[in-house]
């Protein structure tokens, strides 16, 4: 069972929920466009394979991201600790400015719980991360996910930093950031 990376992106750009998602396999990738007060972001989304065996492909998913999200499921200890390899190999090897979001995913499932909120943004400040639970499933905070990322990819946009490269990346585990997003910032 997978961490929810894909239903994820699923519920955010089609808005859709499937109780049953296959496995990624290698890569999909999704476009969705948001309006954030004046500014327009288009977030180009490399959804990734978790599966260990697909991991030597996730450098070029991230490499140059603007944004990864890790994601890690509540009922999973052993996703959590997967995705916290993941932010350690973001943190070497990524862009050193990288907008990372730790995502803890199936918060619908709370009577399942194996990994507290608190042990999640306990980590997520430690490495200086944000953090978010979500639910694909409900729908909880998915939205709020990608408007969080689009607000502080307007703020550096507005101190004149340039990307011109990938903004998200999902990565297996790392809900974004195991896949890799590139948007266009636009104004007026």
């Known amino acids: 069972m997978g961490t929810g990376k894909t239903s994820l992106v699923l519920r955010f750009v089609k808005g859709q929920f499937f109780d049953f998602q296959e496995s990624t396999i290698g890569a999909a990738f999704f476009t ?37 999200v890790v994601v890690y499921d509540i009922t999973s200890p052993e996703s959590f600790e997967r995705a916290k390899k993941w932010v350690l190999e973001l943190q070497r090897q990524g ?74 990346s999902y990565i297996p585990y790392l809900m974004p950031l195991s896949s890799s997003v590139r948007f266009k910032f636009q104004t007026g």
């Open 95 to 168: 862009n050193p400015n990288l907008i990372t979001f730790l995502v803890a995913n199936k918060a619908d499932l709370e009577e399942k719980r194996k990994v507290g909120n608190e042990e999640g943004e306990q980590y997520a400040r430690e490495t200086g991360l944000a953090f978010l639970e979500t639910s694909a499933k409900t729908a909880q905070n998915v939205n709020e996910l990608f408007y969080e990322i689009g607000n502080v990819l307007v703020i550096d946009e507005r101190m004149e930093f340039v990307f011109q490269f990938p903004a998200v």
């Open 32 to 68: 969705q466009v948001l309006s954030l007060n004046e500014a327009t972001i288009k977030f180009d989304i490399w959804d990734t394979a978790g599966q260990e065996r697909y991991h030597s492909l996730a450098p070029m998913y991230y490499r140059g991201a603007a944004a990864a």
